[in-house]
């Protein structure tokens, strides 16, 4: 499978880049009704809300672990690497695009890697743009409550 049919590897790449982008969106909406239903009603009410603004970050680091996880788990289950922990660091520093070159995925199975940059790019982009928007509402709520 994938063996010198560059077409059918992004096919078969492109089945866990769309599933991790949908863990992600469900991993942002839970992080988003986590801030909005937890840490903005104490932002209205003159309260410390760093640890509801610390837990929507757990959520969405917990997310791009899964999907690493999600990854990794194809990796091995393809045998393009053989060990769980191998594959998790492989696509972890791939997914981050911090790319350590300390290994490359059989030939078969190379095209691999640029989708699981991309699934990575998409998904910090995503996280940064959900960031911003909660810090930019908490902002807009504080501003809102102390004109009041």
Request: overall charge neutral; cysteine-free; proline content about 4%.
């Amino acid at each position: 499978m994938g063996q010198g049919n560059p077409a059918l590897e992004i096919a078969l790449g492109t089945i866990p880049l769309l599933m991790t982008l949908l863990v992600h969106g469900l991993g942002m909406e839970l992080a988003r009704r986590v801030f909005e239903t937890r840490a903005i009603p104490h932002y209205r009410a003159h309260d410390h809300a760093v640890g509801y603004f610390a837990a929507t970050v757990v959520i969405m680091l917990l997310t791009h672990l899964i999907e690493i996880f999600m990854w990794s788990a194809v990796l091995v289950g393809i045998e393009a690497i053989p060990v769980f922990r191998d594959a998790f660091f492989y696509v972890a520093t791939t997914y981050t695009t911090l790319g350590y070159g300390e290994g490359t995925l059989p030939k078969a199975w190379r095209l691999l890697a640029p989708m699981i940059a991309i699934s990575g790019l998409f998904a910090f982009g995503w996280t940064t743009g959900m960031l911003f928007n909660l810090v930019t509402q908490a902002s807009l709520v504080r501003a809102q409550r102390d004109t009041e």
